[in-house]
């Protein structure tokens, strides 16, 4: 692995070296490909273009994050920050490379999340707007641009990631095919017509089956907090190195959005017809709820504290999109069309 990792330290180096004045846009890249825009952004905005879509996208991203975790607790992938460090390849004339914020995730680095999750979360939103594009018009330019849209996200996000000293090469190209399988695999396994019941188990059975193969790779002799040492170490900047990029971060946010679409779904299992600009109103105020949301702090310590409150924060997600936004606006349209009536 060395070899490779050597290889991708200089891949770094010449994208470094070539796009530092464009980091900016890589930064902005790096955080919209980041798995909680899955939630926060693409979720929303598909729900409302589509409600199937929508849902899809959500439930494809809570078991792409889902099973990245897995993944990496298994694979025990190194980030270049601290490989580059914390291998003795160079000596002392190590590659003069730039940390950014974005740098310092404390989780493994093999799969990429973000290319993972991307990837996943990018074919459910390509297959639906090639099926729309389809239905329109025959064209065989319009057939082909979701592909090419497809793949150039792919690659930006890739790019980025590299570019940040997030992943190797290597890991962004495994998480591009791991996403893509699983979101071909999942796209046709949407539960919008479970019960809550469901939703409950599959919460549970995805926190339980992590924290079962947590423990019993610990048991088996296995450090898995191995990265986050590594991350406190090299990263340089403390501040950079946040609770919510922790691996259990990730275990918190899908199984308290997988309750959250159960419980949207039981209180108005077949949604709101909306029109058209009801749905966009639905969408701006939804952005504003789940905006300041994801502003709300949440208290680091105790650490079990953050992860009950992060559970229930991302639970709200799907509740405010799905259930609470749309019945307002409902309301309001509805008291408008009465006035008019009238």
């Known amino acids: 692995m060395e070899s490779i990792h050597m290889h991708g330290i200089w891949v770094a180096e010449v994208l470094q070296s070539n796009l ?16 909680k825009a899955a939630f926060l952004l693409y979720f929303p905005i598909t729900f409302f273009l589509n409600r199937k879509a929508g849902i899809a996208v959500l439930w494809v991203a809570i078991l792409a994050e889902w099973s990245n975790l897995i993944l990496k607790w298994f694979l025990f992938g190194e980030r270049p920050y601290w490989w580059v460090s914390e291998s003795a390849v160079y000596g002392s004339e190590k590659p003069e490379l730039i940390q950014f914020s974005s740098s310092c995730e404390t989780g493994p680095g093999s799969p990429s999340g973000h290319c993972m999750v991307t990837a996943a979360v990018w074919l459910v939103m390509m297959t639906s707007l090639s099926a729309h594009l389809q239905s329109r018009s025959r064209s065989p330019v ?83 907090s191995w990265s986050i040492e590594l991350a406190q170490k090299w990263c340089v900047k403390p501040e950079w190195i946040r609770l919510d990029t922790a691996p259990f971060s990730s275990l918190t946010r899908d199984t308290g959005a997988l309750l959250g ?6 209180l108005k299992p077949g949604g709101w017809e909306l029109p058209l600009a009801p749905r966009a109103l639905s969408l701006a105020f939804s952005s504003m709820a789940l905006y300041q949301l994801n502003q709300l702090a949440l208290p680091t310590s105790p650490p079990l504290l953050f992860y009950c409150l992060f559970f229930i924060k991302n639970g709200l997600i799907p509740l405010f999109v799905m259930a609470v936004v749309p019945r307002l606006v409902h309301a309001i349209a509805g008291q408008g069309q009465e006035e008019k009536d009238k």
């Not at 530092?20 to 798995?35: A, E, I, K, R, S």
């Not at 046709?188 to 926190?207: D, N, T």
């Not at 679409?261 to 039981?266: C, E, I, M, R, T």
Request: glycine share 12%; charged share 10%.
């Open 261 to 266: 679409l159960g419980l949207a779904l039981y």
């Open 142 to 224: 319009l057939k082909i641009l979701p592909v090419l849209l497809y793949l150039l996200v792919l690659l930006v996000v890739g790019i980025s990631r590299v570019f940040t000293l997030s992943h190797f090469p290597h890991q962004v190209v495994t998480g591009c095919i791991a996403g893509a399988m699983l979101g071909y695999i999942m796209i046709q396994h949407v539960p919008e017509g479970k019960s809550l019941r469901f939703f409950a188990f599959s919460s549970l059975g995805l926190l339980l089956g992590a924290l079962l193969v947590y423990r019993c790779l610990e048991l088996g002799g296995l450090n898995l």
């Open 20 to 35: 530092m004045d464009y980091q900016g846009f890589w930064l902005f890249v790096t955080h919209m490909g980041h798995p």
